[in-house]
């Protein structure tokens, strides 16, 4: 087996697209089995690994830096970076941790297990890397899911407006953990169906390597080329030279395509078009139920779980209040909300990857009357703090928030550590704090 010889990047930068193929075929499998017994999150792993193969094979980390959102979907990074043999200790006590984490490993650049931080971390690297007049590339992976989030167009509208050499990959799976909603994913979807003109900017690429002197006039009739063939790209209005999309599970397309952009050292962002579980047919036709899988238990527990305790609560009270709605972001399923968002569609709102939306939009909701009920984890309610003392405690606003998986997480660890609501709630003036207890 070709996966048994690598121990580090540096040992794929020799093989062949055949032999990367293989490997990525022998990745696939060794993932699947290996998650099946430690647990973790397989569908997002098993759609980029193609991604981190032409990643590592173009690049040169930890020089160049990558900065993986959230972190879930690294694991193939990590067995590329000599941590094969520790997956089978992974998210278990002192092994391997389910994100990123730089404690772990000179190749994670950045800690994750939230949201919508790559671009600001990678920005803030690639930054420090021109400062301290290094040519490393920084490089942001981040999902359509997760550049749903507010600090993503942060970062966007800060890195349009700098010359760091910045390299943003879109991962766009039209899947975060449930489906995505919004504005943007419509929008990437419009991108996606726009091929004549990334086709056409594809070949003014190939064309401009090699007639370099002609780069400055192109740039301007491309600016008209642009305005005639597809409106200008919400990236490149940023600031941002878009490219795409691409096939995210065809290595070579992959290879070619980071070389070519290896060179340029301005921001760029790549859209790839990647399936979530792919290769594994089950995990492709369902996806959200592969997105996380528990290991083997020998346990009996019939109990129900909180958040199923819960969203029967919504449901059996929405029957009886027509003012009460339930509002989340981006988790329906995990906050135990899918039986009354098909019950009670009108009264459902997913925001996405949106907390401080969430918190504030259910402040405005209660003024008018209605009943809004916030389904949030404890870990993700620390990201609309402001929000609920500023919009909501201080203005005495009739708002439930269902905070879930409080307490000690596990396998999940630090980053989703539900243990520092009481401290940061019990501070706040005009709010109720109701724990349940056996």
Known sequence: MILNHIQNPSDIKELDIDELNTLAEEIKLFLIESIEKTGGHLSSNLGTIQLTLAMHYVFDSPNDTFVWDVGH???THKVLTGRKDLMSTLRQKDGLSGFTKRSESEHDAFGAGHSSTSISAALGIAMANKLNNKSDTSIAVIGDGALTGGMSFEA???????????????NDNDMSISKNVGALSKYLTRLISGKIYSTMKSKSLELLERLPRIQKFAKRSEEHLKGMILPGTLFEELGIDYFGPIDGHDISILIKTLENLKNLKKPRILHIITKKGHGLEAAEENPLKFHGISPPSSSSNNFPSYSNVFGK???????????????????SEGSGMVDFAN?????????????????TLAGGMAIKGLRPVVAIYSTFLQRGYDQFIHDIALQNLNVTFAIDRAGLVGADGATHAGIFDLSFLRCIPNIIIIAPSS
């Open 73 to 75: 979907q690294a694991y």
């Open 156 to 170: 966007l509208n800060h890195a349009g407006d700098s010359d760091a050499n910045l390299l943003i990959i879109l």
């Open 313 to 331: 609560w919504l449901c059996n009270t929405a029957k009886v209040d027509q003012n009460l709605i339930g509002i989340t972001p981006a988790m």
């Open 343 to 359: 019950s009670f569609p009108e009264r459902f709102v997913d925001v996405a990857i949106a907390e401080q939306h969430a918190v």
